[in-house]
């Protein structure tokens, strides 16, 4: 399921270097999944621009990951310099 998170993201935004930054399992008296943790770095002209964009969609964004839900996603950082900006992305994943 994170693959195709992965895979998502990087449709949503083809701009972007896109890393893996951790992966963990957790699980609650209800369900289980993942929690998982991206870099996104966007390194060309209108960097500000795409990434807010992005950042302002993607909670409200309908994932269709097979073999679970994204319960929950999130910019938890955000920095920009002069060539770049770079996010840090936050998602919860519940398996079915």
């Known amino acids: 399921m994170s693959a195709q998170l992965f895979h998502e993201i990087s449709a949503l935004l083809p701009q972007a270097v896109i890393s893996l930054v951790s992966k963990h399992s957790w ?12 870099s996104v770095v966007v390194a060309k002209e209108g960097h500000y621009r795409i990434t807010a964009e992005f950042q302002r969609m993607l909670p409200s964004h309908d994932f269709r990951s097979a073999g679970g839900l994204v319960a929950d996603i999130a910019v938890t950082e955000r920095a920009t310099a002069d060539k770049e900006s ?10 079915n």
């Open 27 to 38: 699980h609650s008296l209800s369900f289980r999944g993942t929690l998982i943790v991206l």
């Open 86 to 95: 770079r996010l840090i992305v936050h998602a919860l994943l519940i398996d």
